[in-house]
């Protein structure tokens, strides 16, 4: 059990005791209440439950109904699960570098990829960091091209180029994707995802396509799949939404400590936003081999967020076989994510950053 969901564990158990009893393991309750309440808090009319974040993207291409072959824009650096949605939907991907000292996608570089056959742009709000939205709106507000946020890494973050008090992540393109995998800012105890959008026309569609077509049973209006999140996972998430805010500003003040107390040339810390949620705190450094020696020395736990950008992965690399992105590449062979759970201690932080230090 994660240390911050201690707290809830005694409501948890409760409400998974309910659903055994009124055994509505599918489509139960809990998921309507989790909809309406996830829809809220991401300034949104609408919130879809479905099976994962790579569905989340994966079903929401296909309530754009895109032409087959049409091309989305996304980043050279995400999970292999925004690439992947691109390709499941029969359509064309495009890769976009991000940018040299910051891990979202290069919005001046977005200018030069667009074509006639451009029906989509994924933005991806990369360990929590929100895309800036105002530079985006300029290269696309005379065209139409629809915005996905892929916000898998940013529930609650916020991007606050365009308006005073904000855009909540999920609530700036034409449908927000969520994911709830265990790991994540507001996480699971098992696969999850959430689409928000604020069309009727879309929630519409979308309901029908993560239930295999129809909103009430044995009714099958479209083809659709099986991508439902079920009741227990749900429930679990209602409980932690009310803990997300707290999670994420303990997460800034970690981020805060860091970027405060490493110094070091050999070090290159990330340009985050005051928006930004962490939920990775990514460092970039040629001596990041050395580094994860060291803290597999003290037990310290640290991620690659990601050892390879998607151009490069077997599955695809095909696809890609004449492309480069640097800046992509350069994070992948150089970024470390430093540990970032809310309830570390100083003393842990102190000494992660002792170790940054000393290389």
Do not use: W
């Not at 790991?183 to 928000?196: E, F, P």
């Amino acid at each position: 059990i994660y240390k911050q969901d201690k707290v809830r564990f005694n409501k948890n158990v409760s409400d998974f005791k309910k659903i055994l009893k009124k055994t509505n393991f599918i489509n139960g309750n809990f998921v309507f209440e989790f909809e309406k309440k996830f829809a809220k808090y991401c300034n949104t009319k609408y919130a879809v439950g479905c099976n994962s974040g790579s569905d989340a993207l994966f079903l929401s291409l296909k309530a754009l109904n895109l032409k087959k072959n049409s091309e989305v824009i996304i980043p050279a650096q995400t999970y292999c699960s925004t690439l992947f949605a691109v390709l499941r939907a029969n359509l064309k991907p495009v890769l976009v570098d991000i940018q040299e000292d910051n891990p979202t996608i290069e919005i001046k570089k977005i200018k030069k990829k667009i074509t006639k056959k451009t029906s989509a742009i994924i933005i991806v709000h990369l360990y929590g960091e929100c895309c800036n939205y105002k530079e985006l709106k300029k290269i696309t507000e005379s065209k139409k091209i629809y915005i996905i946020e892929d916000a898998a890494q940013a529930h609650g973050a916020k991007d606050f180029t365009l308006k005073k008090n904000g855009f909540k992540a999920g609530s700036m393109g034409s449908l927000g994707c969520f994911s709830f995998y265990p790991g994540k800012n507001l996480g699971a105890y098992g696969d999850g995802g959430a689409i928000t959008t604020n069309s009727k026309k879309l929630y519409l569609q979308l309901l029908k396509l993560r239930n295999l077509g129809g909103i009430k049973k044995y009714q099958h209006d479209i083809i659709g799949y099986n991508s439902r999140l079920d009741t227990i996972q749900a429930a679990i998430l209602i409980n932690k939404l009310e803990l997300l805010d707290t999670n994420n500003q303990k997460r800034s003040r970690i981020a805060k400590f860091y970027h405060n107390n490493i110094n070091n040339k050999a070090i290159k810390k990330l340009k985050y936003s005051r928006g930004c949620v962490y939920h990775q705190y990514v460092i970039l450094s040629k001596k990041e081999k050395k580094i994860r020696k060291l803290f597999e020395n003290e037990k310290i736990q640290y991620g690659k967020h990601y050892p390879q950008p998607i151009h490069k992965l077997n599955a695809v690399k095909n696809i890609f076989k004449n492309e480069s992105f640097p800046n992509a590449e350069n994070f992948s062979n150089y970024g470390l994510s430093l540990p970032i759970d809310p309830n570390l201690k100083k003393k842990e932080l102190v000494k992660i950053c002792n170790i940054l230090n000393s290389i």
